[in-house]
């Protein structure tokens, strides 16, 4: 494996005929690449034979699967034309490149992220086929792309995943046809809007991490400025994939952020240095002079032109760095183009929530240290603690539902209890079947 890796990490660093000194950090990313690979691999699997799933019913029709399949159906089709190119063109290093990013940055980090609940809740219907289907094809595929840059690790993925199925009958991935892209799978807007999904959850999540709220902490509202009705209809068309990627209950979007948002203009030196050399000090001065609308027009357009001393200067997004003050109760962050703020302020109701989602994690970690099966049902005895007690009861139907409890019960004192801790509080549980 650690031979592999190594292998893997230096054709994903540098061509294979270019001079590479050892580099154990792109030995780490391959690590990492690896490791998501495979733990995508074994949540599949794990959920897959608890339902018996064999890719033995019929095809879901692309239109009928939910948006977020299709989505990642068509970034695997696109995949795959930039793979098959890269491959055709002797480029092996940007095909690694591109793969590790689909596998790590799409697959895992999101796709599986936001349909884990459809794997491990609800009935094996249609919705659970698909899941299943799309999670496979897309494994299957990535297996044949990386089969020529990571022959033995891909080879026993996709004997694995065939070995359960029998979809395909070959003996190796090494023998199977290599992936073609169709377009029909493509959809370029459906690319662009989840890229917007990810772009305002990641500059969430960054915020959380810049003030120490977790992300089990539910928040109340998020603001962010419309750039245009197109950017308007595509935020609206993912609002809910972000509001439970980043746990805030509502997403107001403002159309004028004049009195709202305060944003702040500078120079990025680095880029504008080679382009401009000695106009560069007159072009940073002009840039530093920059209204609202200005930079408004800028982060819209991505483009903005100047004249300095007679010369049309042509300004980009890389050319600037934009940033947001932050204002009382809130925190700003940008991001190609799109700013978020993100309301801090944590209410009673909001607080007993997060202490309830705290609970749930804590209740699955015992769960699953204690050796139950994922679909067994437990009663679960807490010992009494007034916050905690409080919160439960706001939130029994929650908790009762995502950790599998038929009853849930306060007692005076647990003597025998696993001690939990969080958020300075402390108590004691005992979870039974």
């Known amino acids: 494996m650690e031979l592999m890796q190594h292998v893997g990490s230096m054709i994903s660093n540098a061509n294979p005929w270019d001079n590479l000194k050892f580099d154990i950090e792109g030995v780490a990313e391959c ?4 490791g998501t690979l495979y733990n995508t691999y074994s949540f599949f699997a794990l959920y897959a034979n608890i339902d018996g799933f064999t890719y033995s019913e019929a095809e879901v029709p692309l239109a009928e699967r939910p948006e977020i399949d299709r989505w990642i159906l068509s970034e695997l089709h696109t995949l795959i034309q930039k793979v098959d190119e890269a491959y055709a063109e002797y480029e092996p290093t940007r095909a690694a490149r591109a793969i590790s990013d689909f596998v790590q940055e799409n697959l895992s980090n999101w796709y599986v992220r936001l349909c884990r609940r459809r794997f491990w809740k609800g009935e094996y219907g249609t919705d659970k086929i698909a899941a299943y289907q799309t999670l496979y094809t897309c494994l299957e595929t990535v ?20 070995k359960a199925t029998q979809k395909e009958n ?18 370029k807007s459906l690319e662009s809007r989840m890229l917007k999904a990810q772009t305002v959850s990641s500059l969430v999540l960054s915020l959380r991490k810049k ?10 509202r998020i603001m962010i400025p419309v750039l245009d009705e197109v950017f308007k209809q595509e935020i609206q068309a993912v609002s809910d994939l ?12 403002l159309e004028d952020v004049s009195g709202v948002l305060v944003k702040q203009i500078k120079p990025n030196f680095k880029a504008l240095g080679p382009r401009f050399g000695k106009d560069m000090g007159l072009i940073s001065k002009a840039i530093q002079g920059f ?53 801090i302020t944590i209410s009673e109701e909001l607080r007993n929530e997060g202490i309830a989602r705290e609970l749930v994690n804590r209740i699955q970690n015992i769960r699953k240290d204690s050796g139950f099966e994922v ?26 539902s995502e950790t599998l409890t038929n009853e849930l019960i306060f007692v005076e004192e647990l003597k025998n209890g696993t001690e939990i801790e969080f958020d300075e509080l402390q108590t004691k549980v005992i979870i039974s079947k």
């Open 31 to 34: 690590r990492k690449f690896f």
């Open 143 to 162: 297996a044949k792309l990386s089969a020529p840059i990571a022959p033995f690790f891909m080879d026993q993925m996709y004997r694995d995943l065939t």
């Open 170 to 187: 070959f003996e190796s991935v090494h023998l199977s046809h290599f992936p073609t892209a169709i377009k029909g799978f493509v959809n």
């Open 211 to 220: 003030e120490m709220i977790k992300v089990r902490q539910p928040l109340q």
């Open 242 to 253: 972000i509001k439970a990627e980043v746990n805030v209950k509502e997403i107001e979007l």
């Open 291 to 343: 209204n609202q609308e200005q930079i408004n027009q800028i982060e819209k357009d991505g483009t903005i032109t100047l004249d300095i001393s007679g010369k049309s200067i042509n300004l980009t997004l890389e050319d600037v760095e934009i940033s947001s003050q932050d204002i009382p109760g809130w925190l700003v962050a940008n991001a190609n183009g799109i700013t978020v703020a993100l309301d």
């Open 375 to 400: 679909t067994d049902k437990i009663k679960v005895q807490l010992q009494k603690e007034n916050t905690i007690e409080k919160a439960v009861i706001a939130n029994e139907a929650y908790i009762k």
